[in-house]
């Protein structure tokens, strides 16, 4: 019952805890600063679906509902396409982050620059990896997370959804629609996974939020650090 209740404190508190780090902007800052400082990245609107993703996940050893979602899709999966497998998530995971290096490639201007997306990338997959291995760690011990077989987050999900986020940060400027295309690529990956029977819903959308997230978290402390030596 503690090892339950400790993974949905965990998860959730990853969820929204960010929301509590967001510093008052000094009302001295001159308008160039601001430019570097308010940026939304973290602000309550910008995490209800990531943190919903989450927060739903987390509440599977409580509400048995999401179990029976969880199992009934998983069961249908099974029955219906029992001898489907691709490994193509392996690759196309790694499309929406690989695509802002195709547009510093082809000199399309995004948000930051070619030395910027390798330290944000890089930052991106540490915190995604490092945060996701503390959610195995601790789900691997709470049996409605591993009785299917599966492993709670998705990793693949994850590290597609997380960059999907860096592009649409990239583009979100420049052309909106574009910069929502990597959610689609990331989307796929979920749902391959889930027909792959390799994750359960929860798991997928549990990597989809973390992902995300991880992003913001990791955009928030590059501007914080871009700000100061502005």
């Not at 029976?68 to 099974?78: L, V």
């Not at 819903?201 to 973390?210: E, F, R, Y």
Request: proline fraction near 3%; charge should be positive; aromatic fraction near 12%.
């Amino acid at each position: 019952m503690i090892k339950k209740y400790f993974a949905l404190l965990m998860i959730t508190a990853f969820a929204y805890l960010p929301v509590c780090s967001q510093a008052p902007v000094d009302s001295n800052i001159d308008s160039l600063s601001k430019k570097f400082y308010n940026h939304n990245y973290l602000q309550p609107s910008a995490l209800i679906i990531p943190g919903t993703f989450l927060l739903y996940s987390g509440l599977k050893p409580a509400i048995n509902g999401i179990e029976r979602i969880d199992n009934t899709i998983f069961t249908q999966i099974k029955k219906n396409d029992p001898a489907f497998h691709t490994n193509v998530e392996d690759y196309l995971m790694w499309a929406p982050s690989a695509s802002v290096y195709l547009l510093d490639a082809f000199k399309i201007k995004t948000k930051n620059n070619f030395k910027e997306h390798l330290i944000l990338d890089a930052g991106s997959m540490i915190i995604t990896g490092g945060i996701g291995y503390g959610m195995r760690l601790v789900s691997r011990h709470i049996k409605v997370y591993t009785e299917e077989g599966t492993k709670f987050p998705s990793g693949h999900t994850a590290n597609a959804f997380r960059g999907a986020e860096i592009l649409h940060q990239e583009l979100k400027d420049k052309n909106k629609l574009v910069s929502y295309s990597g959610y689609v690529v990331a989307t796929t990956v979920g749902i391959l996974r889930m027909y792959n029977k390799a994750h359960l819903l929860t798991d997928v959308l549990a990597g989809a939020g973390l992902g995300i997230l991880s992003t913001k978290l990791t955009y928030w402390i590059f501007d914080k650090i871009k700000f100061r030596k502005k």
